[in-house]
């Protein structure tokens, strides 16, 4: 007898099916005595109507009416899904993110959860009912409706997990779990057992997007253990969780290929102190976010002059690119080289902590594939290079083959 | 000055074309410096679709439940209503029924209103908002979600007008007012200027469907003078108020004809006592309501019978006759007759009252259009009779000649 909770994104509540098999599904858990908290996400589709429908009247509406309009995807679905399980005779209570008791800043689309009383919760628990609670949304303490933005639903119900010391938190989506590669592209892709907080992280932020970076930040800065895993069979996910001992025997866990990075170089920029600052700022000025960011030694004492290179989302690149130009003046490089033909493969591993040769290994499997390295960045537990995009996937499928197998 | 509370209705909402005309109403109003309170519907179509969504999983789905679902229609106009109005520069706050301080009992699908703690639209208002508050629902004390049933939208505008003491209270329908009789029947049929909370409520119970009857009464029982009109147009209304003394020089205000009517005849019942409460008790049970009812004096001093007809919504005939002809061996009547070959015309007004001769030249109207007038009920400030449906359009045209011109 555990208390459980799980949460169904907008793909595994699409329609009344889909809801009716997602509330078997609690049905199948609750018939077991378990305590059920079920976190739902809009019907898919719902919340791209409502913004297409504020958008007919006004480009940039405001954000507050934005919030009371989008939190109604939420409050439609755990309505339906309280009736489906009423239609399976099993007891079922809906409740808004307010009603939850989820209580968040005022800042509204953004809004961050700072605290949860779930004192209603626990009261129809007590009753033995299924408690469904709306994802996505809550309420300022002056009785605001807000929501939390990308990947919202993930994290009512981890936090809801953590307020609630739940015995297991699950995550149920569209696909299988977590794997060491995009199966998609790397045949011999399989699914993980396991994967830590951190190694999740890496993954998440390089475009293995099984869920938003806040939601696995928010479950590692709580500790909360949760699966990832699918609404569509009955197979067993990917726990992620604190990393053990365990973990650090596997040096690389996935690999991870974004094909949407374009690449910035400034040529022969003149090598003292500001420069860099100067660039970067006005690039986040631009509102663009400069991902990998690498400048190498100068060679020349008497006129020290160094290379800067950046990537940037593709769509980005030509709004980077001009404000590259209208530094030339005032900065003095030689020439600046934008390119969108490349790609930024990552390898992710805890285990790249106490392995010795990982980055060695990585650019030999690289050579031997005739595949140039443009760019290098490393962190504690990731190597990422940017090589080119036409290479790109037959270098994935022999790092894979090199490091996982 | 003024503080009015505008309700545009479902159809005065149906996309983001009519929000935006609405809207633009509204800054219309709000530019002359009036303060604003606007109530709406759903928009047309919502509420069914969610319905059938619902029912789609079940049947007859849980009732709170089916208030959270149905709560998020008005959730959705109301941020594209204030969305509308940010276009074009007007400040405006959108507010759900609990937000707005909408107190009602528990009573979930056709909860009551219990009291208004208008707070926060006053503060809105003092900072110059206008403020859009979503019809047709409320919240408990408990904080339940509820929604007020049918019409339930009029009934928040003219509750808030009580509350907040409005100066003036617009209902926006997709028609100009209450017209004499329907213009489609009678040609010359003509709008009205005013009309008395009683005459409505006869109007509105008798097939002249603008308004839902609660919110009439709830009106005549705070003394709320509210406006129908249309939003098509910038025509005026018709004013809804207590009867003048003036009213009464008009004998006749409106005629209604309302063919979803039905008829059954209990004939040749045994006149005695407890008769007529056994037979409308059962038909009460088996949730049909009974409209006119017409029992005649009996003739026979010894063995003494009579007949008892009554009509009742065309779609529950078969099934009042159903419970009749159950009736039979424990009263013992000689035949039940059922005909849904019946309308029921009606003239209304407070005129009546000071007034004599009215029914005499009803009739004597129906007499020289060779109309049989089969059963006759009468109120205070209103003659109904029923009579053959295939000569009621003509019968109400003559009528109207008659009383109104």
Not at 16 to 36: C, D, E, F, M, P
Not at 109 to 137: C, M, W
Not at 210 to 218: A, K
Not at 275 to 290: C, T
Request: with cysteine; glycine share 8%.
């Amino acid at each position: 007898m555990a208390l459980i909770v799980q949460k169904y994104g907008g793909t595994s509540v699409a329609n009344t099916g889909r809801i009716k098999s997602a509330a078997a599904r609690v049905s199948q858990y609750y018939s077991k005595g378990h305590k059920l908290v079920v976190v739902v996400s809009a019907m898919s589709g719902v919340t791209d109507n409502l913004i297409k429908l504020a958008k007919e009247i006004m480009p940039l509406p405001n954000e507050r009416e934005m919030d009371v309009l989008l939190a109604t995807g939420e409050q439609t679905t755990i309505a339906l899904t309280a009736i489906a399980l009423h239609s399976m005779d099993v007891p079922a209570v809906s409740l808004t993110g307010a009603q939850a008791g989820i209580v968040t800043d005022g800042v509204h689309t953004k809004a961050k959860i700072q605290n949860i009383t779930p004192k209603r919760i626990h009261e129809l628990l007590a009753q033995a009912k299924v408690v469904i609670v709306a994802g996505f949304q809550g309420q300022t303490l002056e009785g605001q409706v807000t929501t939390l933005g990308r990947g919202g639903s993930d994290l009512t119900a981890i936090a809801l997990a953590a307020a609630l010391k739940a015995d297991l938190c699950q995550i149920y989506t569209d696909v299988d779990g977590v794997y060491t590669a995009d199966p998609r592209i790397v045949a011999a892709a399989r699914k993980l057992e396991e994967i830590s907080y951190d190694e999740m992280l890496e993954l998440a932020s390089l475009g293995a997007k099984v869920m938003q970076s806040r939601s696995v930040e928010f479950a590692k800065k709580f500790g909360v253990v949760f699966e990832v895993r699918s609404s569509l069979n009955d197979n067993p996910g990917t726990i992620v969780k604190e990393e053990t001992k365990n973990m650090e025997d596997v040096v690389v866990r996935g690999i991870s290929l974004d094909k949407n990075q374009a690449k910035v170089t400034l040529v022969r920029v003149p090598d003292k102190p500001g420069i860099a600052a100067r660039v970067f700022k006005a690039i986040g000025d631009a509102s663009i976010n400069a991902d990998m960011i690498v400048q190498n030694i100068s060679h020349d004492a008497d006129a020290p002059v160094t290379d800067i290179s950046f990537t940037v989302d593709k769509p980005d690149l030509l709004k980077a690119q001009k404000v590259i130009d209208a530094l030339k003046p005032e900065i003095g490089f030689c020439k600046v080289i934008a390119t969108d033909n490349i790609a930024k493969l990552s390898i992710v591993g805890v285990g790249m902590k106490s392995h010795t040769g990982v980055a060695g290994k990585l650019f030999d499997t690289l050579a031997r594939q005739g595949v140039n390295i443009e760019m290098i960045s490393t962190s504690e537990i990731k190597i990422s290079v940017v090589i080119d995009l036409a290479k790109a996937e037959t270098a994935m499928r022999a790092v894979h083959a090199a490091f996982i197998g």
